[in-house]
């Protein structure tokens, strides 16, 4: 289940972290195992939560929440698909898909039927740097979640019959969200220019061909490398008890091995530059589309919450500059979109507009061009500012509302920012972002000859033109 | 050498387990006591004007919502369909106090977000933001509720807009899928069933727009919930002061076209959209309306047979033969009527077998008994969902305005969980042979490449074949 929309941001940041942890440092263990907690003060809105390692390395986050008698169970295993083979590229994404097979202890097909029958449900996503599982259940099947993902981590089953059902399922939804719909690669596509020679040239789906070719021993290779606790992070929020769910966890998950984890490929894109173009002809797309996208940090980057505001204050609300343009007064597009795409490792922030019919996508460009010039050389009003301010807190502050977004909010900042409590400070960060850093962040990351430009001529249906 | 690893792994996995006697891995942990999954409190009030409040305080975060519901979706649509569409998609253009862009203006300096549509049924104003600009928010929404100016400059932009955006929807497959299958079950002369066209939009004027939001828009033909980190006793009066002097009137009665009886004789429905590297396609036919009585319970039938991953489908077309990424099933109701619809994408060369499979479940499920165990499993997934859904109080807000649109029993959503929980093997198969189709009885409409896809369908019985403006194409010219 990869991400399918197409600014979701899924997974962040840490631009060191390739170094951690490759670094023999992970080996600690009990006595580096001392609990944080922070706590809520009463009447305000944060997310009291503790977190610890297991010996094993295991890190786990507990944030009882008694107002519904509900659980959410969120483990995040710290691999996606840069840390793939470039010619073993879907990997990541195909072994969330064999999760869901069965374990030494759960049947074939099984794990599902246990989460339904317990009146519960469960997905799973794959990105760029990680693979997450979430079942949300009632408060008092709390055990179940732990005991299918402990299994699932200890030792998880892999057969012939899954892996050939799956090579099939896996390419149905290639085909649903990628080749069947108007611009459904058009994330594929601008991945491989912006992200090029690095392993985020290729998105999570992968390329059909790798799935096929690869034995089942290398997908088992795969789990074996990635799929330890020393790799994840379990985060349980909603209505449990903190003592008895620890006790709980050490159980299941104490037993499971550690390992050493493989080294992850280095992430460096070579320098850009000049503009790079790439025109996308594909039958079935009714409209014209055009998408002006950058490399910029990872998200860990200082300037990272800087090129966030940015883009809210270019797309985000019908007062933008940019949907004031070219949608509003220009009336030339039908919509903006301005995205940070922030991962571990690289970054990206896009703006794509889809024109109205019968617009020349020149005139698209030039007024992207224009508006982002305009940003860099007269920089932004201070009402902008403010605004922009106000609309990321509101966003902020309706972030986090059920068990299952806290839950993976918390390993999120755990993982990518080695700060889980952020969840509850991010704020700050954003207000420390001055009106000049949206004008410096415009003109350093935003230039001509670094910009990537992928262009969407409308096309009919491809046996239009050879009918009489 | 890798036979040698595993080995070892389990080996000391074995140890470990070993050493805690106390844990049984063999089986699923046993639940503790099930939490009871009774309805949030809220609180109700009617204004004198007739406008019915509810206000579902929750107090996780520091924000509102207000949430509007005014019967006045496409089934008022009359002679112009796509009135109530175009007409609600204006109602944060321009106000009589403020022009779109300072709406728009106002609404992104407090960080909020006002936005206004159309369905069938109804249409709704939303409108969220900071609690600390409570004031703030309700006045903008108040306004974009009362005072739409509907400026022609804006209906021109918009109506622009519309059709480009209806240049795209026909080319994704979900869309197309929906609207002929619309058009089938319930005729095109029904507003559930209109198709949308750049004449229908092209006609659109601003006296129409106008009409509607006069006619429709009274406090006795709509219900408002607030939602969020509020309290009632403060919420009520600035809502009061707000919507307090909004004019009730007497709402005319819908005249509206028949629903077609369901159909008897079993039709195939093509439309070709070249290119397509899948089929999208449906298996449909007339279901029933939001307040049949029977629709809680027929739920269970649904999730045996489509409802998530262990429904029938998803263990058919998905895991056993591999034919698509998901595959469900679903009875949409509205006030007036509502369609079951089974639905799935799958490669071209499979169309054929996966929907074969699809009728053959369906069949199974209507005449063949349930297990046990799986009726509990769907039993339990139901009433367990249900629990799980009341963490959101945005969820609770729309049931409690579901109630009120579709004139439900009061106590629907308290006895919902317990008349799930309860359906006894009798009723499911009582109800599938009541509400499932015949397979003679089906409507089959499938998006895809004709070329590859019709010659299998034709194995099925006589196809229409339509093109991207749902026109059907002469039998000949095929």
């Known amino acids: 289940m990869v991400p399918s929309r197409f600014f979701a941001r899924l997974a962040a940041a840490c631009f060191l972290c390739f170094l951690l942890w490759s670094a023999p440092a992970n080996v600690q263990a009990a006595d580096d195992n001392a609990p944080t907690t922070e706590k809520a003060a009463a009447g305000s809105h944060r997310i009291a939560f503790t977190e610890y390692d297991l010996p094993n390395g295991l890190h786990v986050i507990l944030a009882p929440d008694a107002t519904a008698p509900v659980v959410s169970s969120y483990l995040l295993y710290h691999v996606g698909s840069k840390d793939e083979r470039p010619d073993r590229t879907g990997f990541a994404h195909f072994f969330e898909h064999l999760m869901f097979e069965g374990s030494e202890f759960i049947a074939r097909g099984q794990i599902d039927k246990l989460i339904s029958s317990a009146g519960g449900n469960l997905n799973a996503s794959t990105s760029y740097d990680q693979t997450d599982y979430h079942i949300n259940l009632p408060a008092n099947q709390l055990a179940l979640a732990l005991w299918i993902e402990s299994e699932r981590m200890l030792h998880a089953k892999i057969d012939e019959t899954g892996v050939e059902t799956?090579?099939?399922?896996?390419?149905?939804?290639?085909r649903m969200r990628y080749d069947n719909q108007p611009y459904g690669g058009l994330f594929e596509e601008t991945s491989r220019l912006v992200f090029k020679d690095t392993p985020y040239a290729w998105v999570p789906i992968g390329s059909a061909q790798y799935i096929d070719r690869a034995t089942i021993e290398e997908f088992r290779d795969f789990y074996k490398t990635w799929y330890r606790p020393n790799n994840a992070t379990l985060a349980l929020c909603g209505d449990f008890e903190i003592e008895s769910t620890k006790k709980l966890i050490a159980e299941y998950f104490g037993p499971i091995p550690r390992a050493d984890l493989p080294a992850r490929a280095r992430v460096e894109p070579p320098e850009q530059r000049q503009e790079q173009t790439h025109l996308v002809r594909r039958p079935n797309t009714p409209l014209p589309a055009t998408l002006h996208a950058w490399r910029v940090p990872p998200e860990t980057d200082a300037d990272a919450y800087a090129l966030d505001l940015l883009s809210n204050l270019l797309a985000t609300g019908r007062s933008s500059r940019l949907y004031r343009r070219l949608v509003d007064t220009e009336q030339v597009a039908v919509s903006v979109q301005a995205f940070p795409y922030l991962q571990e490792s690289i970054g990206m922030l896009g703006v794509f507009a889809i024109g109205q019919r019968g617009v020349d996508l020149k005139k698209l460009d030039?007024?992207?061009?224009?508006?982002?010039?305009?940003?860099?050389?007269?920089?932004?009003?201070?009402?902008?500012?403010?605004?922009?301010?106000?609309?990321?807190?509101?966003?902020?502050?309706?972030?986090?509302?059920?068990?299952?977004?806290?839950?993976?909010?918390?390993?999120?900042?755990?993982?990518?920012?080695?700060?889980?409590?952020?969840?509850?400070?991010?704020?700050?960060?954003?207000?420390?972002?001055?009106?000049?850093?949206?004008?410096?962040?415009?003109?350093?990351?935003?230039?001509?000859?670094?910009?990537?430009?992928?262009?969407?001529?409308?096309?009919?249906?491809?046996?239009?033109?050879?009918?009489? | 050498m890798l036979r040698?690893?595993?080995?070892?792994c389990c080996a000391s996995v074995a140890c470990a387990t070993a050493a805690r006697a106390d844990l049984d891995r063999a089986h699923p942990p046993a639940p503790g006591p099930a939490p009871a999954a009774s309805f949030p409190d809220y609180c109700e009030?009617?204004?004198?004007?007739?406008?019915?409040?509810?206000?579902?305080?929750?107090?996780?975060?520091?924000?509102?919502?207000?949430?509007?519901?005014?019967?006045?979706?496409?089934?008022?649509?009359?002679?112009?369909?796509?009135?109530?569409?175009?007409?609600?998609?204006?109602?944060?253009?321009?106000?009589?106090?403020?022009?779109?862009?300072?709406?728009?203006?106002?609404?992104?300096?407090?960080?909020?977000?006002?936005?206004?549509?159309?369905?069938?049924?109804?249409a709704f104003v939303y409108a969220s933001g900071l609690t600390r600009f409570l004031p703030q928010v309700l006045d903008l929404f108040s306004d974009a509720v009362l005072h739409p100016a509907f400026p022609e400059a804006e209906l021109t932009k918009?109506?622009?807009?519309?059709?480009?955006?209806?240049?795209?929807?026909?080319?994704?497959?979900?869309?197309?899928?929906?609207?002929?299958?619309?058009?089938?079950?319930?005729?095109?002369?029904?507003?559930?069933?209109?198709?949308?066209?750049?004449?229908?939009?092209?006609?659109?004027?601003?006296?129409?727009?106008?009409?509607?939001?006069r006619t429709w828009f009274r406090p006795n033909n709509a219900s408002l919930a607030i939602v969020g980190d509020v309290r009632a006793d403060?919420?009520?009066?600035?809502?009061?002061?707000?919507?307090?002097?909004?004019?009730?009137?007497?709402?005319?009665?819908?005249?509206?076209?028949?629903?077609?009886?369901?159909?008897?004789?079993?039709?195939?429905?093509?439309?070709?959209?070249?290119?397509?590297?899948?089929?999208?396609f449906a298996v449909a036919a007339t279901g029933l309306p939001r307040n049949n009585a029977d629709l809680p319970e027929l739920g269970v039938v649904n999730a045996i047979l489509g409802g998530g991953y262990s429904g029938r489908l998803f263990q058919n077309l998905r895991e056993r033969h591999g034919y698509t990424y998901g595959a469900g099933s679903s009875f949409s109701s509205l006030r007036l009527g509502g369609i079951f619809a089974a639905s799935a994408e799958v490669r071209n060369e499979v169309t054929l077998p996966a929907l074969q499979e699809m009728l053959a479940e369906i069949a199974r499920l209507r005449d063949q008994p349930v297990l046990d165990a799986e009726l509990a499993m769907q039993r339990n997934y139901l009433a367990g969902n249900y629990l799980l859904s009341l963490e959101s109080p945005i969820r609770t807000a729309e049931r409690v305005q579901e109630i009120d649109l579709y004139g439900l029993p009061g106590d629907y959503f308290k006895t919902y969980a317990r008349r799930v929980a309860s359906v006894s093997t009798e009723r499911v198969e009582a109800l599938a042979k009541k509400y499932l189709p015949d397979a003679d009885g089906v409507t089959i409409v499938v998006v895809g490449e004709a070329r590859d896809v019709r010659p299998q369908l034709e194995k099925l019985g006589q196809v229409i074949v339509y093109d991207l403006n749902f026109k059907a194409q002469p039998a000949a010219a095929n």
């Open chain 2, 45 to 122: 009030i009617t204004l004198p004007n007739g406008l019915k409040v509810f206000v579902i305080e929750n107090h996780r975060q520091p924000t509102v919502t207000f949430r509007l519901l005014v019967r006045a979706g496409a089934v008022c649509d009359g002679p112009k369909p796509g009135t109530a569409e175009i007409a609600a998609e204006l109602l944060n253009k321009g106000t009589a106090r403020r022009d779109a862009n300072a709406f728009a203006q106002a609404a992104d300096t407090l960080g909020a977000v006002i936005e206004a549509g159309a369905g069938e049924d109804a």
């Open chain 2, 234 to 280: 403060d919420v009520l009066p600035l809502v009061e002061r707000a919507f307090g002097a909004w004019e009730k009137g007497d709402v005319p009665a819908l005249q509206l076209p028949a629903l077609p009886a369901p159909a008897q004789t079993r039709t195939i429905h093509l439309i070709n959209r070249p290119g397509s590297v899948q089929s999208t």
């Open chain 1, 366 to 468: 030039a007024l992207l061009d224009e508006e982002i010039a305009r940003v860099q050389k007269d920089g932004v009003t201070e009402e902008e500012f403010q605004k922009t301010r106000n609309g990321k807190e509101s966003e902020l502050a309706g972030a986090h509302g059920s068990a299952a977004t806290r839950a993976r909010a918390l390993a999120h900042y755990h993982v990518f920012y080695h700060d889980t409590g952020l969840v509850n400070t991010e704020l700050e960060r954003y207000l420390a972002v001055t009106r000049d850093d949206l004008q410096r962040v415009a003109k350093k990351y935003l230039t001509a000859d670094t910009k990537n430009l992928i262009s969407y001529p409308p096309m009919g249906s491809p046996t239009e033109k050879s009918k009489p």
């Open chain 2, 158 to 213: 918009e109506k622009a807009r519309s059709l480009s955006q209806l240049a795209q929807a026909r080319q994704r497959p979900p869309w197309l899928l929906s609207t002929l299958r619309d058009k089938l079950l319930y005729g095109p002369a029904h507003p559930y069933g209109a198709v949308p066209t750049d004449a229908v939009i092209n006609a659109l004027t601003r006296a129409d727009v106008q009409a509607w939001h």
């Open chain 1, 166 to 174: 799956q090579r099939q399922v896996v390419k149905e939804e290639r």
């Open chain 2, 4 to 8: 040698f690893l595993v080995f070892l």
